[in-house]
């Protein structure tokens, strides 16, 4: 047994039904193979974020590093996430105390696209590709929306 089983549930009936259905099942077979399994539950908005994750490196990042280039100069895609994060995402400002002094200060905290919710994930990656086409002068993408990435 090698696929992975995926179920999602909108209530508890639905849930305990699949689970006795579905999810039991497909354990008691994986034991019986000798499989070793690991579950992990989580809300289910945060499969958005996650097909937004997959979307934004798999395809919009991989994309860009593959086929732009800034001043004539091909970069991977590590660093044009780091200059989009940058440029869209920025920082924010948390007081401090200066332990030696004990003045306070502000300082600048890098925001991580981690830390962005659905809508603000969509809007960071709507940005990217507008800037990809504009400025860059990439076509297009292999998939235009997140929300058809699977």
Avoid at 26 to 32: F, K, L, T
Avoid at 127 to 134: D, E, G, H, K, R
Wanted: glycine share 6%; no cysteine.
């Amino acid at each position: 047994m090698t696929q992975a089983l995926h179920l999602e549930w909108t209530d508890s009936e639905q849930a305990k039904a699949s689970f006795l259905r579905q999810m039991a099942p497909y354990v008691a077979q994986a034991m019986r193979a000798g499989q070793r399994l690991a579950v992990v539950v989580k809300p289910l908005e945060d499969e958005k974020s996650d097909r937004q994750r997959r979307y934004y490196h798999g395809v919009v990042l991989a994309e860009i590093a593959e086929h732009a280039r800034a001043s004539g100069q091909k970069y991977d895609l590590k660093t044009w996430k780091e200059y989009f994060r940058d440029k869209f995402v920025g920082y924010r400002w948390e007081p401090s105390t200066d332990p030696v002094t004990g003045k306070k200060i502000s300082r600048r905290i890098r925001i991580s696209s981690e830390e962005l919710g659905v809508k603000a994930y969509a809007k960071l990656i709507t940005q990217v590709q507008a800037f990809a086409v504009t400025e860059l002068g990439l076509q297009g993408f292999s998939v235009a929306r997140w929300e058809d990435y699977r």
